[in-house]
Each structure stands twice: as C-alpha cells, then as structure tokens.
C-alpha cells in the first residue's frame, strides 16, 4: 500500500490548481495560479512550492495533471488544446518526469472530474453517468459499468449549429461556442456594444470588457433583462447538448461542475428545460441532472486517485 502523499491537480484556460493529497483523498495543501503565457513555468512553480509543504520524512510518490484537451494519456502528450494554445503537442509528462523523477499520469481534465466523482463524489452510486465540466469551456467524460471510458468525450465540441461562429478548435457552432463562460461573456458584450440596455454597460465604470460570468449572473438576479436573455440562450444550448448525450448513452446521471455552476437558477434551469423536451422521454425520465459534490476538486481528487493507481502499478511491478 502506497504510503505516501502526491500531487495533483487540473490546468484550464484560466487558472492552474495543485494539491497535496493522502491516499484517503484528503487534501493536505492547495495553491493555484493564473494560467498565464507561460503555463508550463507556472505549473513548475506550484509543483515547488507543494514538495517544500510535504510533512516530515514522508515522500511524493508521483505527480498528476487533468488539462483542458485532447491528451494521448500513454505517453502524456497533450494533443490539441484549444483554451490553451502554447501546450498543444506538448509532452507534458516528459517534461514533469524529467524534473522530479516520480510516477507521472496525464489526463484530459473531465475524463479526471468524472473519475473523482466516481471515487469519492456524486458518481460514487452509479455505474453509468456523463460529467460536463463548465468553464472557460466544456469538457465531457463518460463513466460506464463503474469504469471511465478511455475516449476523448469531447462534448464542448459537438456541434449545435452547423452555421454558427468559429469555435477555438476551428469548428463551427461548437456547443462551447454557445454555453461556456467564454460565449456567455461574449454575447453579454456584444449585445452591450449594439446599444442593448443593461446595467451591466456601467460595470468597471464603463469598461463592460471586463465582465465575468458571475457579473452577469448577479445582474440576472437583479433582473436585468439582457443577462437573464443571455443566460436563458447558453442554457438552451448547454439544454441541447444534453440531450444529445442523454439519446446517445442513456446514463443514470449527468453530473455537471465547473465555475458556471452558480447559475443553476436561470443557466442550468433552462438546460434541463431544454433537454427534456429534446431527449426521449423514456430516457430522461430516468436520469438524474445534479451539481458534482466535489466541486472544483473533482479533476484533482481523479488526478489522486489515477496517479496512487499507477503507483501501486509500480511498486508491485505491474
């Protein structure tokens, strides 16, 4: 039995999180940073810092990153990230392995939020269940007979309208190009910039270009009528990707995380909505839609629980 702690963590358009976590997926310390240009100098940097909080004479015995993309997970390569432009092609587990020395996993970071939410979250009662994870953009993983399926679960990026504008993958109409944070914000200021009354033309005295997803979401519940429009629209969108999902796998639930989770009261209300007249209603009638109980810490906790796997792996010689 692997004694020790590891590190881990998830990499987003965004910001980057690093734990130290114990073999009962306790989290002992965490750091995060912004992404920033240079993601791989700011991971090194939390990573550090991490290895200086380990207690005592104890040990890492290995090192662990869900990120945003497309990741071969036997070599560790990152093979496309669309939010994160400068670690596509990147070999992510080389380089971490080439500093450190230790048992290293990658994995795209949904497929990581849907194994911590099977080892110890919301997942943990069912066999089959879908996790979209909703931020910068949309990530999708797929839980089936208890076990995650080794595929890309690219969901953010199927598409919703064949016409619609240019994701950053390169697609058009991605269901990401609709309702991540990202389109939310967008439309909010493109709507702002065509003379569309809101309050939030006032935000940052004037420079509405700041706007985040939680700005127009405490706007809405003010009952501004433009963020409320806004939110309504990337919910039907999210609404539509459900069902998709909903048709294809018929799963026991679809488990939703990520920052956009706070608007479950008009944003999430209005995907379930749209879902449940999309879906067959034999299938919805039976799926449960619910917010992850682990919250951000569901790719980290997965990214734990995948790198004390490969470590038992090793020590046992596997």
């Not at 389109?183 to 270009?209: C, H, Q, T, W």
């Not at 919910?235 to 048709?247: F, R, Y």
């Not at 026991?252 to 999430?268: F, M, P, S």
């Not at 749209?274 to 449960?288: D, I, Y």
Request: proline residues 3%; glycine residues 12%; hydrophobic residues 45%.
């Amino acid at each position: 039995m692997i004694e020790h702690f590891c590190i881990a963590g998830d990499i987003g358009g965004t910001n980057i999180r690093a734990s130290l976590i114990d073999t009962e997926y306790r989290i002992v310390s965490k750091l995060k940073e912004t992404t920033g240009d240079n993601p791989l100098s700011a991971l090194f940097r939390l990573i550090d810092r991490l290895y200086g909080s380990v207690p005592g004479d104890l040990a890492v015995c290995g090192i662990g990153f869900a990120v945003a993309g497309i990741v071969e997970t036997s070599s560790g390569t990152i093979l496309r990230s669309p939010n994160i432009r400068n670690f596509s092609g990147l070999n992510l587990k080389e380089e971490i392995q080439r500093r450190y020395g230790v048992v290293v996993r990658i994995e795209n970071d949904a497929n990581a939020a849907a194994f911590g939410e099977k080892v110890a979250g919301a997942g943990s009662t069912f066999s089959n269940f879908i996790i979209l994870t909703l931020g910068t953009g949309i990530g999708g993983g797929i839980v089936v007979n208890g076990r995650l399926l080794p595929v890309a679960a690219e969901i953010g990026h199927t598409t919703v309208n064949t016409s619609g504008p240019q994701c950053g993958c390169g697609n058009l109409g991605c269901l990401e190009s609709y309702a991540s944070a990202t389109a939310i914000i967008g439309s909010a200021i493109s709507s702002i910039e065509k003379g569309v009354p809101s309050i939030l033309r006032n935000s940052y005295n004037g420079n509405f270009y700041k706007l985040t997803a939680e700005n127009i979401y405490m706007a809405a519940l003010e009952g501004d009528p433009l963020a409320r429009s806004v939110l309504r629209e990337a919910g039907k969108a999210l609404g539509i990707g459900i069902a998709n999902m909903i048709n294809i796998t018929s799963p026991e639930a679809v488990i939703l995380t990520g920052g956009l989770l706070g608007a479950w009261k008009i944003y999430i209300e209005a995907a379930i909505a749209e879902a449940s007249k999309r879906a067959f209603p034999e299938l919805f009638s039976k799926v449960r839609i619910i917010p992850s109980s682990l919250g951000d810490d569901a790719g980290t906790i997965g990214m734990a629980a995948l790198v004390f796997e490969k470590a038992e792996e090793c020590a046992a010689g596997i």
